[in-house]
């Protein structure tokens, strides 16, 4: 399967993925709020962290080798990566769709 993602958001805002062994990795797409009740978007799943907190975000675009558990920044926001994907289309990768959660800070409290 060819991926094509990275050509298609290569010129999307930039984003780094820190991943859970010290690494970082590139990341270029878009970040968008969904809305709606945080349990029903993850098909009744609860997440290893205990129960998620409302709003959560999806990024659509290219990340290198995203996992769950990484950290995704972009634009001096912090989201922890719930569920990682690929949005593939006539067996092309278009994009990475990665569920998203908000992680606060001393500034958002």
């Known amino acids: 399967m060819k991926d094509q993602s990275k050509r298609i958001y290569r010129r999307a805002a930039e984003a780094v993925v820190a991943r859970q062994d010290g690494t970082t990795g590139q ?32 990024f659509t675009g290219w990340a290198e080798e995203a996992q769950p558990g990484d950290v995704l920044e972009q634009e001096g926001r912090r989201y922890t990566i719930l569920k990682a994907g690929r949005l593939v289309v006539g067996g092309l990768t278009v994009a990475a769709r990665l569920l998203l959660e908000g992680q606060v800070t001393d500034d958002s409290v």
């Open 27 to 58: 990341a270029r797409g878009l970040v968008v709020r969904l809305w709606g009740k945080a349990d029903s978007l993850t098909s009744g799943e609860r997440h290893v962290s205990g129960l998620l907190e409302s709003p959560l975000y999806v």
